[in-house]
């Protein structure tokens, strides 16, 4: 199992970051993708990614924070792009939904990176909440079609998926996927199921978005990368499938997409 999206730098992990970690490799885990969404916690993703074989980092600005997006925070995250452990530009992209920066300064921080992603031929871990089709517009408007990446913590429907399956980009699912019911009250499946079941097997990714978004049964908990196991299960039960298919296919996909074997 790969946790493609893991905060173990974060406070939450302060007091046993070492074990939590030995636990999700000796439960299994294979790698984990350590995610930076500002300066800060780049540095200290790839500080990890640095002293551990199997963690990898991301460097980028969360669009929470796109105010801080200069030129001085921009040469920083392209000087730690260059390391080979840095794998990916992100968390990048738009949130709406809490709108903790301007609108149109979250569009200008995400194209600066997107850009400075082109350039270094980086993949993309793009954080996208209630602007799905901003974020669509803004990478279709790009004339080059060379972006590859993840749309982390995916909870669009399934034209959107469609769209961006579309653009070449794999889905992230993270523990949300296990907060719904098989059926509602009417007898209807939640859409997120439609998606994960129409999804190319090839194309999807599992992710903790920890210490957030603890997946079912340890829902309401701090989350951790040995919980991704419960967001694999989930989506094997969904798509009826053996587990060990998802746990292989995910792996597969995410050493492809951040080119984890070099
Ligand atoms: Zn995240």
């Given at each position: 199992m790969i946790d493609s999206h893991a905060h173990t730098d974060f406070k939450e992990f302060d007091d046993d970051r070492e074990e939590v970690i030995k636990r999700f490799f000796e439960g299994g885990?294979?790698?984990?993708?350590?995610?930076?969404?500002?300066l800060k916690s780049s540095v200290r993703s790839y500080e990890l990614a640095k002293n551990n074989e199997n963690i990898f980092a991301s460097a980028g600005i969360h669009p929470h924070d796109?105010?801080?997006?200069?030129k001085n925070s921009l040469r920083k995250i392209e000087e730690l792009v260059q390391?080979?452990?840095?794998i990916a530009v992100g968390e990048i992209g738009l949130d709406y939904?809490?709108?903790?920066?301007p609108q149109e300064k979250q569009i200008e921080a995400f194209r600066l990176q997107l850009e400075l992603a082109d350039n270094h031929k980086m993949p993309l871990i793009i954080h996208c909440r209630d602007a799905y089709n901003d974020l669509i517009d803004i990478l279709k408007?790009?004339?080059?079609?060379s972006w590859r990446g993840v749309i982390h913590c995916f909870g669009g429907s399934q034209k959107i998926a469609e769209e961006f399956l579309e653009l070449g980009f794999y889905i992230g699912f993270t523990?949300?996927?296990?907060?719904?019911?098989?059926?509602?009250?009417?007898g209807n499946e939640p859409e997120i199921y439609r998606v994960i079941k129409n999804?190319?097997?090839?194309?999807i990714l599992i992710e903790t978005d920890c210490p957030y978004?603890?997946?079912?049964?340890?829902?309401?908990k701090r989350n951790e990368p040995l919980f991704v196991r419960y967001v694999a299960e989930k989506v094997a039960h969904i798509r009826n499938v053996d587990f060990k298919e998802i746990e292989k296919a995910t792996s597969e996909n995410a050493i492809r997409l951040f080119n984890l074997e070099k």
């Amino acid at each position: 199992m790969i946790d493609s999206h893991a905060h173990t730098d974060f406070k939450e992990f302060d007091d046993d970051r070492e074990e939590v970690i030995k636990r999700f490799f000796e439960g299994g885990g294979e790698k984990i993708i350590n995610v930076g969404c500002d300066l800060k916690s780049s540095v200290r993703s790839y500080e990890l990614a640095k002293n551990n074989e199997n963690i990898f980092a991301s460097a980028g600005i969360h669009p929470h924070d796109a105010d801080t997006v200069d030129k001085n925070s921009l040469r920083k995250i392209e000087e730690l792009v260059q390391h080979y452990k840095v794998i990916a530009v992100g968390e990048i992209g738009l949130d709406y939904f809490r709108n903790l920066s301007p609108q149109e300064k979250q569009i200008e921080a995400f194209r600066l990176q997107l850009e400075l992603a082109d350039n270094h031929k980086m993949p993309l871990i793009i954080h996208c909440r209630d602007a799905y089709n901003d974020l669509i517009d803004i990478l279709k408007s790009y004339q080059t079609n060379s972006w590859r990446g993840v749309i982390h913590c995916f909870g669009g429907s399934q034209k959107i998926a469609e769209e961006f399956l579309e653009l070449g980009f794999y889905i992230g699912f993270t523990g949300t996927i296990t907060y719904y019911k098989d059926k509602s009250k009417l007898g209807n499946e939640p859409e997120i199921y439609r998606v994960i079941k129409n999804m190319p097997l090839n194309k999807i990714l599992i992710e903790t978005d920890c210490p957030y978004l603890a997946p079912v049964p340890e829902r309401g908990k701090r989350n951790e990368p040995l919980f991704v196991r419960y967001v694999a299960e989930k989506v094997a039960h969904i798509r009826n499938v053996d587990f060990k298919e998802i746990e292989k296919a995910t792996s597969e996909n995410a050493i492809r997409l951040f080119n984890l074997e070099k």
